[in-house]
């Protein structure tokens, strides 16, 4: 089986895949300092719950935006499972697909795997990829699968946080829908959380807009993170919803690999 790991700025996941069956989904805040150890002993009660063992993962995959974490996830591949770990967007595991932007190097693996899962999800069509995580992100994907770019904004729990510590009397709310369609809030809690989630839908809804009359033809939608679906619920901004796209990636990419060698 093959064990895929995706390093964001906020939370790292894995998953574990029976050839392209994603079987059991884990995930654990980032933390660039947590030892090979650490993880296992995480992962090995995890992998026992769901009634498998460490001897059955085969392979492992990793991609993070987190550089610092990197070498004890490698260390992890080979002292507990007994294999090296693939890298993805290094040699063995290219991506693939062109980064037809002006500085391909900085394409963050989580978004080139992103683009990797969306075109097998919708080949030979334009695609508009949505990742709510730290930052939000919107990425054009083409009907060959190429990344041609796209937006970054603040992620919605980033600007909710800079919001309370900048304002001394502002109290920390949870991010969720609004009771009622209505946008003016009768107390301090209810108008932040129109602020917030209204305001990300109005965000949402005007990058949307603007990305689809520049690139001028039908795309689908496609969204992922775990606030997709709380903006999906009174605004149905996406065609669709995928919490899993980068893990789903990360496993097209390994079996492409597989493929060419």
């Known amino acids: 089986?093959?064990?895929?790991?995706?390093?964001?700025?906020?939370?790292?996941?894995?998953?574990?895949?029976?050839?392209?069956?994603?079987?059991?989904?884990?995930?654990?805040?980032?933390?660039?300092r947590r030892t090979a150890d650490e993880y296992m002993v995480w992962l090995d009660q995890l992998l026992r719950l769901e009634g498998h063992d460490r001897a059955d993962v085969g392979a492992v995959i990793i991609s993070t935006v987190v550089p610092r974490a990197l070498h004890n996830l490698q260390l992890l591949a080979h002292k507990?499972?007994?294999?090296?770990?693939?890298?993805?967007?290094?040699?063995?595991?290219?991506?693939?697909?062109?980064l037809k932007v002006a500085e391909p190097q900085s394409v963050g693996a989580d978004r080139a795997c992103n683009a990797v899962s969306a075109q097998a999800i919708a080949p030979d069509k334009d695609k508009l990829v949505i990742s709510f995580g730290t930052a939000t992100t919107l990425d054009h994907i083409g009907p060959d699968g190429a990344y041609l770019g796209g937006i970054i904004a603040p992620?919605?729990?980033?600007?909710?946080?800079?919001?309370?510590?900048?304002?001394?009397?502002?109290?920390r709310i949870a991010i969720e829908a609004p009771p009622t369609a209505s946008v003016i809030g009768r107390n301090t809690e209810?108008?932040?959380l129109i602020g917030v989630y209204w305001g990300y839908v109005s965000m949402m809804e005007g990058?949307?807009?603007?990305?689809k009359a520049e690139i001028g033809k039908p795309l689908s939608v496609?969204?992922?993170?775990?606030?997709?679906?709380?903006?999906?619920?009174?605004?149905?901004?996406?065609?669709?919803?995928?919490?899993?796209?980068?893990?789903?990636?990360?496993?097209?990419?390994?079996h492409q690999r597989a493929t060419e060698a």
């Not at 507990?80 to 062109?98: E, H, N, S």
């Not at 729990?157 to 109290?171: G, I, Q």
């Open 80 to 98: 507990y499972f007994g294999v090296d770990a693939l890298i993805a967007g290094r040699a063995p595991v290219g991506w693939g697909i062109a």
């Open 1 to 32: 089986m093959l064990l895929a790991i995706d390093v964001g700025n906020t939370n790292a996941k894995f998953g574990l895949f029976r050839d392209t069956e994603l079987l059991a989904r884990w995930r654990i805040a980032t933390d660039d």
């Open 155 to 171: 992620g919605v729990n980033l600007s909710l946080e800079a919001l309370v510590a900048a304002a001394a009397k502002l109290p």
């Open 207 to 211: 990058l949307i807009a603007r990305m």
């Open 190 to 192: 209810s108008q932040m």
């Open 222 to 254: 496609i969204a992922t993170g775990g606030l997709a679906t709380l903006f999906q619920e009174q605004a149905h901004l996406f065609d669709r919803i995928d919490p899993d796209l980068t893990l789903n990636g990360l496993m097209h990419l390994y």
